[in-house]
């Protein structure tokens, strides 16, 4: 991997249309400078694909990225996995990312994370998240507080796989970083409302281990309209699917990663992580 190496960063868009413009301007600050961008509109009703079209008929914005900008329109809102799922299948780098409409880039991030894929001969990273609040409204104190300290966890665990299967510590889709020979093997993110990025990530570690960026280069919006708060009601159902996928890939011996949490590659730490978390009723 190199500076000259492509990376996609896709962009599921929706209802977003006065977060975009920052969300797609954090893209093009990037100092990694072989980028290309695919905007996908899930069908919002605020003008989102406007902002976005304005944004690329920008003779200098559409030159920052060679010209690889796509605007891609679905005709009915079909959700957040299905957006990510669309993006993907145009993109055309090695190496892919997502942003979410409502969030940003650190200049630095996708730099970074090449790096650090490349030193670790990884396929799979994410960085560390600040919480932000939206232009003129700070976050809500206690929900950053809640959050730092999920993330903050990773520490606490045997190995980062172990973090990703007692929860989704990258916090968002919008943080994973990948290569295409990953998603390849992995697959398409699944249709779950609330647990799509946890699902893929742990379909992720079954594959290959990841590794963690503990810099802050991925800003995360918290606002009332985040898909967390809103559907947290599926959450507990959701769970139950995600963690109950993961378990028969262990038992069907389906593991790639041989550091992947297993019984066989963790006797013992295995099991104590299952009974402290609860896990045994997915099993």
Do not use: K
Not at 83 to 105: P, Q, V
Not at 269 to 282: K, Y
């Amino acid at each position: 991997m190199s500076a000259a190496q492509l990376v996609s960063v896709v962009v599921p868009s929706f209802g977003h249309a006065h977060l975009l413009e920052d969300a797609l301007r954090s893209v093009a600050a990037q100092t990694h400078r072989a980028l290309e961008l695919v905007v996908v509109d899930d069908a919002s009703q605020d003008g989102s694909a406007r902002v976005a079209e304005r944004i690329f008929a920008e003779a200098d914005f559409a030159a920052r990225f060679g010209g690889r900008v796509h605007l891609l329109v679905h005709d009915r809102n079909r959700g957040a996995h299905a957006a990510i799922n669309t993006g993907m299948r145009t993109a055309t780098g090695d190496l892919l990312a997502i942003l979410n409409s409502d969030d940003e880039y650190h200049p630095l991030r996708v730099a970074t994370l090449v790096s650090a894929l490349d030193e670790a001969g990884a396929s799979l990273a994410w960085s560390r998240v600040e919480f932000v609040g939206t232009p003129g409204s700070p976050p809500c104190a206690r929900e950053c507080f809640r959050l730092r300290r999920h993330q903050d966890s990773i520490v606490r665990h045997p190995s980062l796989g172990f973090a990703c299967l007692c929860s989704n510590v990258a916090i968002s889709s919008g943080n994973l970083f990948f290569t295409r020979a990953l998603w390849e093997s992995v697959g398409e993110f699944d249709a779950l409302r609330y647990c799509h990025d946890w699902d893929f990530l742990l379909r992720a570690v079954a594959h290959a281990e990841p590794i963690w960026v503990p810099r802050s280069l991925y800003r995360y919006r918290l606002h009332g309209e985040n898909s967390y708060a809103a559907l947290a009601e599926v959450a507990e159902d959701e769970t139950a699917v995600v963690l109950g996928r993961y378990f028969r890939s262990v038992r069907d011996g389906a593991l790639r990663n041989p550091l992947a949490p297993s019984p066989a590659s963790w006797p013992g730490v295995f099991d104590h992580v299952m009974s402290r978390n609860g896990f045994w009723r997915h099993w």
